[in-house]
């Protein structure tokens, strides 16, 4: 039997290339040898941001259409609403019953979030239960493979714990899932850190090409680079990290005519574009064709969200029977 993986982003707006380098290319690849599901995680999404839930519905459509555009495939994998699915409500609650605070409060992604997100607020019951939902997402399904970023591994880390804590309780039911780390370039945002919507740096995989262009085109480069000839730095300069990520056939030489001072950098940006929006050409081309057609996005939701809910509603009979209530 194949073994299974689940996956999950929460719908916040348009993907960029940081998802698409850092987990769809790779989700799409898992496609092929384990059972896929991928789930829009819209509860997660209410619980970091409360407070502005009124692009919810729009942005899971805007996410899905971004999947479906990069190869994530109905065909292939199970693709599923988490609200749809109401028994992660349900093991939420559950497993929440079991957590200790302290291992919540501990949790290093959320010291982090509440620091560095101060426009929202996180001061809530339900963000110190973020990991613990997640923990939920995993368990229903039985999945034993969870393709995660580096960000998320803290995450994986207390939902193995909170596993064995189960399993120690109402005996054995979980088997303890593994995280799969996914290897990519490090891609920054056009002004050199991490790339991400709220810092408004980042290039979206349905931007129009001629924004593509014009984004890559204000990138900072080599800061010690004044004329082309001068000899450059591609280790410390945000180009070379995308060239490598778009353009890695060509990177050594790239990398070589740099440091020679044989390129100039308005040269290796203009390659650059071509090729970041080469690689984007077929998805948003698909994503054109499938944004017209909502019904067919809600089809694919609801068909997925039946079958998610088959299985999660399966192993939430065996969870009640261990935990041992009537019936
Ligand atoms: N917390 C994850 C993120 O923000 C999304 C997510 C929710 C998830 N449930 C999951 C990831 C289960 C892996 C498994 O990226
Ligand atoms: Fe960066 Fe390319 Fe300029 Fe070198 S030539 S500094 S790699 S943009």
Redesign the pocket.
Known sequence: MMKRV?????PTGRLHLGHLKGALENWKKLQDNYECLY?I?DW?ALM?DYASSENLSENTYQILLDWLACGISPEKSIIFC?SKVSSHAELYLLLSIITPIGWLERNPTYKEQIKELQNVDLSTHGFLG??V??AG??LLYK?TT????I??LP??ELTREIVRRFNHFYGKTFEVPEALLTETPKLPGIDGRKMSKSYNNAIFISDQEAETEKKIRTMITDPARIHPTDKGHPDVCNIFSFQTAFNLPRAKEIEDLCKEGKIGCVACKKELSLCVNEALKEPREKRKTLEKDRKYLLDILNEGNRYAGKIAEETMVKIREKVGFYG
């Open positions: 689940l996956s999950g982003m929460r789930m995680a997660h970091s988490q973020y990991p939902l997640q997402d995993i999945a969870v393709p995660i970023g960000d998320q995450h994986l």
